[in-house]
């Protein structure tokens, strides 16, 4: 019967050693994840680097507002100023 309860409770406490172990193995996975993490922040740090270089190195594109080589200047559209003459007549 004590090995029937014994097993339904299930094995007990654990020991300090096993504590421990479990302690060590939780240090030592905290350890590599900050290595990793200090890997990759470095690695991120010379992608951003690169890729900053690659954009300065590249020739600038011609804006599109600015009017092409191929292209005549364009005037400005006017609208005659008569009819506002006629009707905003000074002194009258």
């Given amino acids: 019967m004590i090995r029937w309860l014994r097993a339904l409770l ?3 406490p654990a020991s300090r050693r096993e504590l421990m ?3 060590d193995a939780i240090d030592a ?3 590599r994840v900050d290595l990793h993490y200090a ?3 470095s690695l ?3 992608v951003h680097a690169l890729s900053r270089y690659a954009k300065e190195a590249q020739p600038a594109e011609p804006d ?3 009017p092409q080589e191929h292209e005549p200047p364009r005037r400005a559209a006017t609208i005659g100023t008569e009819h506002l003459s006629r009707r905003f007549k ?3």
Avoid: S, Y
């Fill in 44 to 46: 991120r740090g010379k």
């Fill in 29 to 31: 996975l905290d350890a």
């Fill in 90 to 92: 000074l002194g009258g």
């Fill in 39 to 41: 890997e990759t922040k």
């Fill in 10 to 12: 299930g094995p007990g």
């Fill in 21 to 23: 172990a479990c302690r």
């Fill in 64 to 66: 599109a507002a600015t």
